[in-house]
């Protein structure tokens, strides 16, 4: 079983950006997608970005514009938020994802942003 450890998260001023990684316990290259997902407190997790071995990216219609993805494929994924708003807290988790959009892996921890003035 693949650990995930997702750090970078804290504590951030609207307007602000932060960069979260994703370090995996195995060399991802082989993993066709990784991805990164959030979830709201009291919400659903939902998806935000997946980033493919082949250089693709994907984001859902709302990240858009202010989520960047990337991967070493070595070991870590990244996820770049710019413009932080106050709807952006939330727990950060990422994952391996096959092409029918299951997850793999057990979740980790996730890194927490909150986004506050």
């Known amino acids: 079983q693949v650990q995930l450890v997702e750090s970078g998260g804290g504590v951030v001023q609207p307007g602000g950006t932060l960069r979260l990684s994703c370090t995996a316990s195995?060399?991802?290259?082989?993993?066709?997608?990784m991805a990164w997902f959030r979830q709201v407190s009291g919400k659903q997790r939902e998806l935000v970005a997946t980033a493919y071995n082949n250089g693709v990216t994907y984001y859902p219609p709302s990240f858009r514009g202010r989520f960047t993805i990337s991967r070493d494929n070595a070991y870590t994924t990244y996820l770049q938020i710019n413009s932080l708003t106050p709807e952006d807290t939330a727990v950060y988790y990422c994952n391996r994802v096959l092409d029918n959009g299951n997850t793999v892996y057990a979740w980790g921890q996730g890194t927490p942003v909150t986004v506050s003035s």
């Open positions: 195995e060399n991802i290259r082989s993993f066709w997608g």
